[in-house]
């Protein structure tokens, strides 16, 4: 085989090894309830060697075929859901950290994080009407409501912050034993 064959075959080996992972990690998460908002965002993280050893592109490949496969395989609708509508954002991130001003990058940030998960429950509420579901949302009211998606928005922001952490680390301790990718 060519060098360019076995570069292409060891691309499409590490990603569908991602998918896979992020698969499992998804399906293990619907048996464990409070796992909804954190299975997600852990899938997420495994996009993040992807997109630095093969680029965005692959990475985005690699986001849509385990969103598509979380949402035929899940059992909770609501985690394959929040990874469709987040779990890209490691992909991203870079983008938003490039912006010179940190207040507008903060804002396009939280925009981002909250337009999301209303935009993700409106969706699921769409699809899926479950009266019980919306019945919580009413009984909750508004300002717990609000409440809810400010502890969401700190939550995401604290997950930003673990990205970089997350990068350094990749970088510094499990690149440079990862041979194989640069042959």
């Not at 796992?35 to 692959?58: D, R, W």
């Not at 899940?74 to 992909?91: Q, R, T, V």
């Not at 009984?139 to 673990?162: A, K, N, P, T």
Request: glycine share 6%; with cysteine.
């Amino acid at each position: 085989m060519s060098g360019k064959a076995v570069k292409q075959s060891i691309k499409i080996a590490f990603c569908g090894i991602a998918v896979g992972l992020s698969i499992v990690f998804m399906l293990l998460g619907g048996l464990i309830p409070a796992a909804v908002y954190a299975v997600p965002l852990l899938c997420g993280l495994v996009l993040l060697p992807v997109s630095i050893e093969f680029g965005k592109p692959t990475a985005w490949a690699t986001f849509a075929a385990t969103a598509l496969l979380a949402l035929m395989l899940d059992f909770d609708k609501e985690a394959a859901f929040f990874y469709l509508f987040i779990g890209y954002y490691p992909i991203i991130k870079w983008s938003f950290d490039r912006i010179r001003s940190a207040p507008l990058r903060l804002i396009l940030k939280l925009a981002l994080f909250s337009l999301s998960v209303i935009l993700m429950y409106l969706l699921l509420h769409l699809l899926f009407p479950m009266e019980a579901f919306m019945q919580e949302f009413k009984e909750i009211g508004r300002w717990m409501l609000l409440g809810l998606l400010v502890v969401y928005d700190i939550s995401m922001l604290l997950y930003d912050r673990f990205l970089f952490a997350a990068l350094l680390i990749y970088a510094n301790r499990i690149k440079p034993r990862m041979r194989f990718l640069h042959r």
